[in-house]
């Protein structure tokens, strides 16, 4: 299948022979032991499909600042930076897969998301969520064991009675 969903190799409108070269690659590369295998192989799917979507162009004839725009798409549309990343990381697996794996491979030079590919967003670090760094968990944790050892503090374990 996969060979056979990858000779498009064809001025435009090859969408639908992309759409079966993504599912192809998705098939290949998703781990079939997941339980979630099938959401995976769809939504990793989606992901590619939507980017020749919008570039509407032959995998071939892709470059960086097509990339870019997608990714720029993406953000003026609200989505997280962490999203951004895993579906450029996934854009960019696909061209990997393709080169090393399918007849477009000799047609691919290099892989177009390479140098378009963000820096890894540290986790638990976004605009909506703040975690806290390590040296801030342990100045809390330092803090809460000092007021558990003092005598007049309620959170006492031998002061909590049930009934009283």
């Not at 781990?31 to 192989?41: A, G, K, N, S």
């Not at 969520?129 to 040296?135: E, R």
Request: charged content about 30%; hydrophobic content about 35%.
């Amino acid at each position: 299948m996969e060979e056979k969903a990858l000779q498009f190799i064809s001025p435009q409108s090859n969408l639908p022979a992309i759409l079966a070269a993504a599912r192809a690659w998705a098939e290949a590369t998703t781990d079939r032991t997941l339980e979630r295998r099938d959401d995976l192989v769809n939504d990793k799917s989606k992901v590619v499909a939507s980017f020749f979507a919008l570039s509407q162009k032959d995998p071939a004839e892709v470059r960086t600042p097509d990339v870019k725009e997608w990714q720029a798409k993406m953000e003026r549309q609200g989505v997280t930076t962490s999203t951004i990343y895993t579906r450029t990381s996934m854009l960019s697996s696909f061209y990997r897969w393709a080169m090393a794996n399918t007849p477009l491979g000799q047609q691919l030079t290099t892989n177009p998301v390479s140098l378009a590919r963000p820096k890894k967003p540290k986790p638990y670090r976004t605009k909506r969520t703040k975690s806290l760094l390590d040296d801030e968990l342990r100045a809390l944790l330092a803090h809460v064991k000092a007021l558990a050892k003092e005598p007049d503090n309620v959170s006492r374990s031998e002061e909590r009675r049930v009934g009283k």
